[in-house]
């Protein structure tokens, strides 16, 4: 397992940009797929999106797709979801997550990962 830590969340307006981190601490980051979840105020924690561990290959979710990017720095053993065009639907605490050497479809289920950060909040007024 490794040590997650979430950070670059905030309060923007909608349309604006935010790019959240995600800071790995252990060794091996390189082997780690890593996945980004979010979890709006009464409902369960959804996908957002993933990088399988050779970073060769991201999912994401529908309700993301071509507004958010996942990458990653193997140098800085951290991950980045990179938010544009964001909308009020988007808030939500989101929570990075890895698991190690792993690749698929499977990265899009929570249940998968083993590793999880604190979360951090964004918040998209109108």
């Known amino acids: 397992q490794v040590l997650l830590v979430e950070s670059g969340g905030g309060l923007v307006q909608a349309g604006a940009s935010l790019r959240l981190s995600c800071a790995a601490s252990?060794?091996?980051?390189?082997?780690?797929?890593m996945g980004w979840f979010r979890q709006a105020p009464g409902k369960e924690r959804e996908f957002v999106a993933a990088?399988?561990?050779?970073?060769?290959?991201?999912y994401y979710a529908d309700s993301v797709k071509g507004r958010f990017t996942i990458t990653r720095d193997n140098a800085k053993n951290t991950a980045y979801l990179k938010m544009y065009s964001l909308k009020p639907e988007d808030t939500a605490v989101y929570y990075c997550?890895?698991?190690?050497?792993?690749?698929?479809?499977?990265?899009?289920?929570?249940?998968?990962?083993?590793?999880w950060g604190q979360g951090t909040q964004v918040i998209v007024s109108s």
């Open positions: 252990g060794r091996a980051f390189d082997s780690y797929a």
């Open positions: 990088m399988d561990w050779s970073g060769e290959n991201t």
């Open positions: 997550a890895a698991r190690y050497y792993s690749s698929g479809y499977s990265l899009m289920s929570s249940r998968l990962y083993d590793s």
